[in-house]
């Protein structure tokens, strides 16, 4: 696709419940992220995949978090047990190379609000 | 730790006024420093990148400038569609993610 494409856009959970976030990133990039954003922070990072090899999980912030790449391309993070403190924003990033060249391309996230 | 810092949080600007967002840093060993624009309920939107002190990068209303401890982001004579929050983020190095400060939320008033 022209863009990293993030779904749902917006996930409301009760409190318990898992979600499941997918990003398609773009067609071809081999390195993906995944970035936690809280209202008024910056993104954190949370876990990173170069082609379907996870090679760095040390941004998850708990063992309820889990993603996976399984065929190199759309990502899928998975949350289980949703807390409150999980609610913020989901952003998906690719990037073409696997070298640190630094430029990614973000997806429009998605909203996690759990209640 | 690596640390990056933003200020100020927030900047309220009228058109035409020029002013600087900072981005102060403190890593052992940068790679790169990148700029991104976020506009509400958006993902971030890449910039700029600066790899050595004495870089400078420009783009349209915006100039982006490196130190060894700081980059500065100027704008000179914004105009509204210039309000978003800017960010900065920090590559340390190998298949590190990029780490980024908390943004400056910028608002110009026509």
């Known amino acids: 696709g022209a863009g990293v494409s993030q779904s749902p856009r917006y996930k409301v959970a009760k409190r318990g419940q ?16 995944w970035y936690q954003q809280a209202l008024g922070q910056g993104p954190e990072f949370l876990t990173y995949f170069q082609n379907e090899a996870q090679l760095d999980k040390s941004g998850l912030p708990s063992d309820r978090f889990f993603a996976e790449r399984p065929e190199g391309s759309v990502s899928t993070l998975k949350i289980q047990r949703t807390q409150q403190e999980d609610s913020a924003v ?11 060249t630094g430029e990614l391309f973000f997806g429009e996230g998605s909203r996690l609000t759990v209640l | 730790e690596d640390q990056v810092t933003q200020s100020p949080e927030a900047l ?9 967002l900072n981005c102060s840093y403190t890593v052992s060993g940068l790679r790169g420093l990148f700029w991104y624009r976020q506009d509400p309920g958006k993902g971030p939107e890449f910039l700029f990148t600066l790899y050595s002190a004495g870089e400078e990068k420009e783009k349209e209303r915006l100039k982006a400038t490196l130190t060894k401890k700081e980059s500065f982001l100027h704008i000179t004579a914004p105009k ?10 920090v590559l340390v ?17 026509a």
């Open chain 1, 18 to 33: 898992d979600v499941a976030l997918r990003c398609d990133p773009i067609s071809g990039h081999v390195s993906l992220f």
């Open chain 1, 90 to 100: 989901y952003l998906c990033a690719s990037r073409s190379g696997t070298r640190d």
């Open chain 2, 12 to 20: 309220r600007l009228q058109e035409g006024e020029s002013s600087s």
């Open chain 2, 80 to 89: 509204p569609e210039d309000s978003a929050t800017y960010l900065c983020a």
């Open chain 2, 93 to 109: 190095g190998g298949n590190t993610p990029l780490v980024f400060g908390k943004g400056t939320r910028l608002s110009v008033i």
